[in-house]
C-alpha cells in the first residue's frame, strides 16, 4: 500500500481506488473507514437513525458496486467518499427522489458522490494541499480516466460555493428542501478536463494522486497521459 509522497512540511496523502475486485487488499482500511463513518455521521452530526451496535456506519449503497475514493496517509485513513452508479440504487434516487425535479439521473457513465469526510484533525488545515483538495481533485482524475459524464450529489446547500470555486459548474437538479434541518440540494456536475485542471490549479495540487493496487492499467490515462500506478 502507498504511504503517500513525503515533502519538507509532511506526507501528502494518496487516494487509493478501492473497488470489489481489490478490496481484500484494503480490509484493514475499509474496517477504520466504516468506523469513522459511524464516528463522524453518528457521533458528530448526531444522524442518529445509521447507528448500529457495531459502531460501522453501513447502509444500502455499500454494495459490491460500490467505488471507494480513500485518503491514506501512512497507516491511518483521513479521508474519503464513495461513488455509486446511478444505473444500480443511490441515495438521489431511492431516498431523496425530490430532489430531482428535472428528473432522476440514470446511467453508467454518471456516478453518484456521497458520505465525503475528512477526520476532525485533518479538517482546516493551512498547509496545501488540504486532504479535501486531493478527494475532490481525484475525483475529477477518476471520472476522467474512466470516462465518466457526470456526478450526482446530494448536498447541503452551503457546498455550492465550494464547487463553483473548483470550477465544477454544479447544475442544480431541484430546488433546496429542508431535510431534518439541513438545507439541501440534488446537483448533477459535467466531468471535464477544464474541471480537472481548475480544481488542481484552485486547490494546490501538482500531481495526479489516485493510487490503483491490485487494478488494471488503463490504455489512456489523463490528458497529460498520466498513468495508473498498479500495485
Known amino acids: 500500500m502507498s504511504r503517500g509522497i513525503a515533502t519538507r512540511d509532511r506526507t501528502i496523502a494518496d487516494l487509493h481506488v478501492i473497488t470489489y475486485a481489490n478490496r481484500h487488499l484494503y ?113 475529477m482524475e477518476f471520472g476522467l480516466i474512466e470516462s465518466l459524464r457526470q456526478f450526482t450529489i446530494v448536498m447541503e446547500t452551503w457546498w455550492l460555493p465550494r464547487f463553483q470555486e473548483m470550477g465544477w459548474n454544479p447544475r442544480p437538479l431541484g430546488v433546496p428542501v429542508d431535510i431534518n434541518g439541513m438545507n439541501c440540494i440534488g446537483i448533477a456536475a459535467n466531468v471535464t478536463e477544464e474541471a480537472w485542471r481548475e480544481t488542481c490549479r484552485k486547490r494546490a495540487v501538482d500531481r495526479p494522486v489516485l493510487v490503483w493496487n491490485g487494478l488494471n492499467a488503463p490504455v489512456l490515462g489523463l490528458p497529460d497521459r498520466a498513468l495508473r500506478r498498479a500495485g
Do not use: C
Open 27 to 139: 480490509e484493514d482500511a475499509l474496517e477504520e473507514y466504516f468506523r469513522l463513518r459511524h464516528q463522524i455521521y453518528v457521533e458528530e452530526r448526531r444522524w442518529t437513525q445509521l447507528a448500529r451496535p457495531d459502531g460501522r456506519e453501513i447502509d444500502q449503497f455499500d454494495t459490491p458496486s460500490t467505488i471507494y475514493l480513500m485518503a491514506i496517509e501512512g497507516p491511518r485513513v483521513v479521508g474519503s467518499h464513495r461513488l455509486v452508479p446511478t444505473s444500480k440504487p443511490n441515495l438521489m434516487s431511492d431516498l431523496f427522489p425530490f430532489l430531482a425535479m428535472r428528473g432522476l439521473v440514470r446511467s453508467p457513465d454518471v456516478y453518484e458522490l456521497s458520505r465525503v469526510f475528512v477526520v476532525r484533525d485533518r479538517r482546516g488545515e493551512q498547509i496545501q494541499p488540504r486532504i479535501e483538495s486531493i478527494i475532490m481533485a481525484g475525483t
